[in-house]
Nanobody, 118 residues
Framework: QVQLVESGGGLVQAGGSLRLSCAAS????????MGWYRQDPGKPRELVAI???????NYGDSVKGRFTISRDNAKNTLYLEMNSLKPEDTSVYYC????????????WGQGTQVTVSS
């Protein structure tokens, strides 16, 4: 299974930018995709952005055009560039890696807090 460690969260004013990083280690083979999700208390975790093997990407509707997901395979690191941040982007952001086994195996990071002030 993959170990994931997020970094880069923090406090930023509305309209500002942040870049999140997710360093992967451990058994990294047979990755299907890697992505970013966010979750507020009492709400389900929602997709922010995902990158599939082969490089195709998908974004949540609320972040399209503002966030960009990228991956540095040499460093085993996933990034999320967040621009034009809004107060509603405030959340805990989690990195996810999906691997192929007999069934899909999901690994999650510990989460990083992003707070956008108005």
């Amino acid at each position: 299974q993959v170990q994931l460690v997020e970094s880069g969260g923090g406090l930023v004013q509305a309209g500002g930018s942040l870049r999140l990083s997710c360093a992967a280690s451990g058994t990294i083979g047979r990755l299907i995709d890697m992505g970013w999700y966010r979750q507020d208390p009492g709400k389900p975790r929602e997709l922010v952005a995902i990158m599939y093997n082969g490089g195709s990407t998908n974004y949540g509707d609320s972040v399209k055009g503002r966030f960009t997901i990228s991956r540095d395979n040499a460093k085993n690191t996933l990034y999320l560039e967040m621009n034009s941040l809004k107060p509603e982007d405030t959340s805990v952001y989690y990195c996810n890696a999906g691997q192929m086994g007999l069934v899909r195996i999901d690994s999650w990071g510990q989460g990083t807090q992003v707070t956008v002030s108005s």
